[in-house]
T-cell receptor, first 113, second 111 residues
């Protein structure tokens, strides 16, 4: 079974731009979570989607948004990029969400200049 | 108080020694606990999960849980250089569907 895939793997943007990241979960997994990882803050939860609905959201500004499609693929969008948004963005999928093993994708490394 | 706290290290042990990694959590209602390993430049991968008080062994890895003390640890026996990585402790957010991660402990096993 193929793992979680994320595209693109690397991105360079400038302040003020917006970016869209994509995540395809493991086949059959309906829950997709997004995390931001930085050296200073570690792994921080952004939001979780299940069956096209956002079920949970972390403490991030409204510039961070996401959505999930009927095939469980998910996208996250960051608008008006700031230097502090430079990070590794990871998505993880589980069959149903909750206290289950989360399978992480390889991540998208975003650099904001 | 952060939901999950870990000693960020770095922790260095000689090859063949026991590495001990520790984690405390704040939510007494937490029922499940996870240890993830993250190699440099890679994404986290699950190595152990534990749900009950006591020890759980899997090969060279042992997870220990003490709910009364809100403490979970990971022991790596016969440490190998390939164990050099950052180890992340995680607990689910009660009533939600996400994990709280500690900031991780960087382990280096010296040959």
């Amino acid at each position: 079974k193929a793992g979680v895939t994320q595209t693109p793997r690397y991105l360079i943007k400038t302040r003020g731009q917006q970016v869209t990241l994509s995540c395809s979960p493991i086949s059959g997994h309906r829950s997709v979570s997004w995390y931001q990882q930085t050296p200073g803050q570690g792994l921080q939860f952004l939001f979780e989607y299940f069956s096209e609905t956002q079920r949970n959201k972390g403490n991030f500004p409204g510039r961070f948004s996401g959505r999930q499609f009927s095939n469980s693929r998910s996208e996250m969008n960051v608008s008006t990029l700031e230097l502090g948004d430079s990070a590794l963005y990871l998505c993880a999928s589980t069959p149903r969400g909750g206290a289950e093993t989360q399978y992480f994708g390889p991540g998208t490394r975003l650099l904001v200049l | 108080q952060k939901e999950v706290e870990q000693n960020s290290g770095p922790l260095s042990v000689p090859e063949g020694a026991i590495a001990s990694l520790n984690c405390t959590y704040s939510d007494r209602g937490s029922q499940s606990f996870f240890w993830y390993r993250q190699y440099s430049g890679k994404s986290p991968e699950l190595i152990m999960s534990i749900y009950s008080n006591g020890d759980k062994e899997d090969g060279r890895f042992t997870a220990q849980l003490n709910k009364a003390s809100q403490y979970v640890s990971l022991l790596i026996r016969d440490s190998q250089p390939s164990d050099s990585a950052t180890y992340l402790c995680a607990v689910p957010q009660t009533g939600a569907n996400n994990l709280f991660f500690g900031t991780g402990t960087r382990l280096t096993v010296i040959p």
